[in-house]
């Protein structure tokens, strides 16, 4: 449902108006992520925006590795610069998850404080080849 109402709104906008709509898609993104945590995980990875996201703020929306294994993997996150993925119990799954993904090439933000991680999950974070681009990394 929300996918679909996402898809419905970004075909509708004016050039004027989808930067405002980029911001309300992700609100939207953010609060069926918290409301229906269990189906989340496979609308967010056939999630059809009219253009990709550059940023996505999940803070504190107590996602988990599933969803974190589904961003890390969404074509619709290839042009994400900026993931604040802070306080959502990800652990070092979620992080291994991120560490081995392809997609988030272009990626320069990754804030996953007080997400649980290991001093190894952060070393997979840290020396992900596919998170090579990342300037500013927050870990803990």
């Known amino acids: 449902y929300s996918a679909t109402l996402l898809t419905s709104l970004d075909n509708t906008t004016t050039k004027s108006s989808q930067c405002r709509l980029k911001y309300l898609s992700i609100i939207i993104v953010a609060l069926f992520f918290f409301f229906f945590n269990d189906t989340a995980t496979t609308e967010i990875y056939t999630l059809s925006l009219h253009d990709a996201l550059p940023i996505l703020n999940l803070w504190k929306n107590k996602l988990g590795a599933d969803a974190v294994k589904a961003l890390a993997q969404s074509l619709y996150l290839s042009r994400l610069v900026r993931l604040d993925m802070a306080q959502n119990?990800?652990?070092?799954?979620?992080?291994?998850?991120?560490?081995?993904?392809?997609?988030?090439?272009?990626?320069?933000?990754?804030?996953?404080?007080?997400?649980?991680?290991?001093?190894?999950?952060?070393?997979?974070?840290?020396?992900?080849?596919?998170?090579?681009?990342?300037?500013?990394?927050?870990?803990?």
């Open 89 to 140: 119990n990800i652990g070092d799954e979620g992080a291994r998850a991120f560490s081995e993904s392809l997609t988030l090439s272009d990626l320069k933000y990754l804030d996953v404080f007080g997400n649980g991680i290991s001093s190894e999950g952060q070393e997979l974070l840290k020396n992900a080849e596919g998170l090579g681009k990342v300037q500013d990394m927050i870990l803990a």
